[in-house]
Nanobody
């Protein structure tokens, strides 16, 4: 399984970016997908996820500004980011977990992600 992110770049505060993640290979049925972000020297933060049943969820820190979605074939994951702020500057990673795992990092049954992309850098300038 390979995950390849794209769409990162540098934009001004308040602008919009859409990240994409292309999925190749065979994810076992019942997989979930998520977007994480990380700033050097800080812990990785889960930004949004889609569970195996298709339920999307975003972190409180980006609620109302970020939207996660996937295509019908479930081989692409997207993150639409609007009203971007300087604190959104980070490397964004696409990740997936199969075999019916949860992608909700706050869930007691969360054990981590099975597959990761290499990340795409998002820089917001004020």
């Amino acid at each position: 399984v390979q995950l390849v992110e794209s769409g990162g770049g540098q934009v001004q505060s308040g602008e919009f970016l859409k990240l994409s993640c292309a999925v190749s290979g065979n994810l076992e049925r019942g997989y979930c997908m998520a977007w994480f972000r990380q700033v050097p020297g800080r812990e990785r933060e889960e930004v949004a996820f889609i569970e195996t049943d298709g339920r999307p969820s975003v972190a409180n820190s980006v609620l109302g500004r970020f939207t996660i979605s996937q295509n019908n074939a479930k081989n692409a994951l997207y993150l639409e980011m609007s009203d971007l702020k300087s604190e959104d500057t980070a490397t964004y990673y696409c990740a997936a977990a199969d075999y019916g795992a949860t992608c909700d990092s706050t869930n007691e049954y969360y054990y981590g992600m099975d597959y990761w992309g290499k990340g795409t850098l998002v820089t917001i300038s004020s």
